[in-house]
């Protein structure tokens, strides 16, 4: 079993739909939680920190469930710039400077 | 501007030639990672370093080398390649936070094709 796993997708979506991704990871100890972006093979870039309280910036909201051991990404009111690949991230608590990348969903929202 | 660079962007060569991708971030940040991306396979972690001297095997370090002399740069090494190192390599950094690292920094990406 992977360490983080994310349904792949894609997801093709209309403009205005509403999304959501999971992403499942297996320690436990896990301390931080990061959603990034990704567009076709350029940077990573942060999208969203996840915090237990869950947050929200805009058409984006995070979640965590530390009892389930997901997190999860809810995207309201897509737009046609909201296509990408967005990846889940986790910092395993056990070893303070490993991150570890879920493989990534592809999100494309069309008109 | 606050960034991190690397060095060069696109590079082919061939088995067995060593060579060096360089990395530079200008926001003195500790924490500096290497991933390499493939098809399928999402972003895998090299090395990573959370601080001057001292660095640390990812999840895919075997074929790699680092060194972290000075906090800026985070060089990756390829001591002798070969084409299963074909890949685009990403180099990061980031502030910690309560000793994680945390929003990560990408440089743009490196292309290798070793043949």
Redesign the interface.
Known sequence: RKEVEQDPGPFNVPEGATVAFNCTYSNSAS??F?W?RQDC??????LM?VYSSGNEDGRFTAQLNRASQYISLLIRDSKLSDSATY?C?V?PGT??????????TTLTVKP | EAQVTQNPRYLITVTGKKLTVTCSQNMNHEYMSWYRQDPGLGLRQIYYSMNVEVTDKGDVPEGYKVSRKEKRNFPLILESPSPNQTSLYFCASSPRDRGYPYEQYFGPGTRLTVT
């Not at chain 1, 093979?41 to 942060?46: D, F, Q, T, Y």
């Not at chain 1, 070893?95 to 990534?104: E, L, M, P, R």
């Open positions: 301390q931080s990061f990034y093979r350029k940077e990573p870039k942060l920190s990846l991230v910092n070893n303070a400077g490993k991150s570890t990348f879920g493989d990534g």
